[in-house]
């Protein structure tokens, strides 16, 4: 009979143990996102017809997702609160009843595009340029970090024209560099919207994903909602 030696067997035993926790975990985690509380905030990407949807989840990415998940899940509560053209400054003034009190477990944030926007088409008003866009948007993480168990998800504002050289573009990447360093602070998942937007102009010229440079048609909700996916799935470990 052959005697296994200590540090082999001890081997083993590490290696099966950190499969059976990883695993463990895996199913851990995919349970906790998708049966706890998913609150989606922005603008009217994220609202997308949600006022005229009897489950207020709207048409966009944010119904896709829940219907991703409804595949698997038990008691889903996916919650969409964006409003048509919000920009920070409008996230600031409804934080607390939106989100604080909402207690969610995981938090997605979507936002910029407007803060860009309205520079652009309505220049006479006051505007929201880097330098607020950042204090407002670090008050608002500091609240929920500080007032909320909340996992944090970060989404980068997605495109103003389909043509990456566009102004509104050029704009929107001062608001991203702000997103991602955000992001690194504050450890949250990041979700590359703006390049993958990017991306897909690239390879696919001649085929919109916006109705109006701004607004998705249902190809760029898909895309949205892929991406979104894609990413916390792999940060979470979800199959």
Known sequence: MRIIPCSIFCIIALFFSNYILYHTNKIRRQVTIIDKKILFIGDSITEDGRFDDEANLGLGYVRMIHDDFLQKAKHLNVINKGISGDRITDLH?????????????????SIGINDVWRQLDQPAIAQVYPAQFQEIYHNLLDQVIKQTKAEIILMEPTIIEENPLSQGNQLLTNYIKIIHSLSKEYKTIQIPLHQACLDFIQ???KTPLTRD??????????LM??????????????S
């Open 93 to 109: 003034a409804r934080w607390q009843r939106d989100v604080i009190q909402e207690q969610p477990d995981y938090l997605s944030i």
């Open 203 to 205: 390879d696919n010229p």
């Open 213 to 222: 440079g701004v607004h998705m048609n249902d190809r760029g909700r898909m």
């Open 225 to 238: 909602a892929t991406c979104w996916l894609d990413t916390v799935k792999k940060e979470l470990a979800l």
